[in-house]
């Protein structure tokens, strides 16, 4: 789901054009293909099936991070937003990366005890990495663009949210991936937190700022003030 809101809200978030629309096609049937393929085996242990489904996956994941990179690549103006989307698409591989590791886990227990560490940094990349990254990134321009409120946006809050989010995603999951201390994953919490608040007080200042306009509602031509 969140791949086909990209394809069509990442153009509109960066003002570029998707870079090709039949690739992206493709990445849908890909994917489409080896999430069956790859569910199937992991249910029955069946390793034709999921090396068929990753592979699959990985071609899909592929094809969509090549052309939202390159729709990135397009930009005339790589500002905050763009960034979001870049390391969120990068923080996305690097996550299917690891959830393939885990599927053939099932089969020749290769990661051992580490296996709840390696699926908690898979689903930190997945979830902080890339949907939280992409949704913000998104988020900032189209509220401003609804709002009429885009030049309120604060740029500085943006980038600080997004060093916060990006810089506690990598430090949990390298908390996770290298057994390091429980401290280093209360910093982590506490910097994904801080730049979650970011994001919320960028969101409301823009909202309140909101230009309101005049709107004729009764259809006698009195004006109503809007929300």
């Not at 500085?156 to 990006?166: D, F, T």
């Amino acid at each position: 789901m969140l791949i086909g809101a990209s394809y069509q809200l990442v153009p509109v978030a960066i003002q570029t054009p998707l870079a090709s629309v039949r690739l992206g096609r493709w990445s849908f049937w890909c994917y489409g293909l080896g999430l069956i393929l790859f569910l199937t085996g992991l249910a029955q242990t069946w390793l034709p099936g999921l090396a068929a489904g990753a592979t699959l996956l990985g071609i899909g994941f592929f094809l969509y991070t090549g052309i939202i990179l390159a729709t990135w690549r397009r930009t005339p103006d790589r500002d905050v937003v763009s960034w979001h989307i870049a390391l969120g698409v990068v923080n996305a591989w690097m996550g299917m990366t690891m959830g393939v590791t885990l599927a053939f886990n099932k089969s020749n227990g290769m990661l051992g005890s580490g296996v709840l560490d390696h699926l908690a940094a898979h689903i930190t990349l997945m979830l902080g990495g890339w949907v939280a990254l992409t949704l913000f990134g998104v988020a900032y321009r189209l509220i401003g663009m609804f709002t009429l409120a885009e030049q309120h946006f604060n740029r500085r809050l943006a980038w600080i949210e997004l060093a916060l989010i990006e810089g506690g995603v990598w430090l949990l999951v390298t908390k996770f991936t290298a057994h390091m201390p429980a401290m280093y994953g209360q910093i982590a919490g506490l910097m994904l937190f801080a730049g979650l608040c970011c994001f919320v007080a960028q969101v409301v200042n823009m909202y309140r700022r909101r230009l309101r306009r005049a709107i004729d509602v009764s259809g006698d031509g009195t004006n109503n003030s809007g929300m």
